[in-house]
């Protein structure tokens, strides 16, 4: 555990043992935020198979978290990148994306699938959309979504 600079009371771990997150309280945060598809057993062997992650805390209390997949070298995608709410607006949800990316400075390509409405939160930190993007789309509300009209 590391204490956040920008807030001392919060703090944060990089690749914690992810048998000590309580996954069911992970998921309320996922509904919490209207992500409801996923499923606590589901989430934590993702996480698992993920080559970074990042939790930050107050107290006990997980506040944040994100994570990266990847191959360890050439190609990464930031996923899951979630504030609960109670705590959005104080710097969290950049301080995961910059944590994260710091890990990946040699990396060949990093990339991510925003959600909609979040196009501002990643142009803030110097994002750039990506023109050659391509996405198989996994069902309707994906193809509205995500996707340009043909
Ligand atoms: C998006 C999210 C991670 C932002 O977390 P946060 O801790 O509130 O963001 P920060 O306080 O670090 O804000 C960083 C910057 O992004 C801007 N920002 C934050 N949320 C934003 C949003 N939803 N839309 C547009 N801009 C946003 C802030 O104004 C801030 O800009 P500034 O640096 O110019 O002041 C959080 O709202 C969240 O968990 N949302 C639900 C899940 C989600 O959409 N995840 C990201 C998409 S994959």
Redesign the pocket.
Known sequence: MNNLTENPAYTYTINPDLNSIDWDYVISLFYK???KHRKAEEIALAFKNSTTTIFVFEGDKII?F?RVVGDGRYYAM????????D???????????TTLNSQLVDYHFVN????P??????K??GWKKQTTAFIWPQGPKQLRQHCEKD
């Open positions: 935020i209207e992500w944040a994100g930031l996923a899951d990148i979630v504030v609960d709410p705590f959005q607006g104080q710097g969290l949800g950049k301080y995961l994306v991510l699938s925003a959600a409405g979040a196009d501002r939160f990643y803030s930190m």
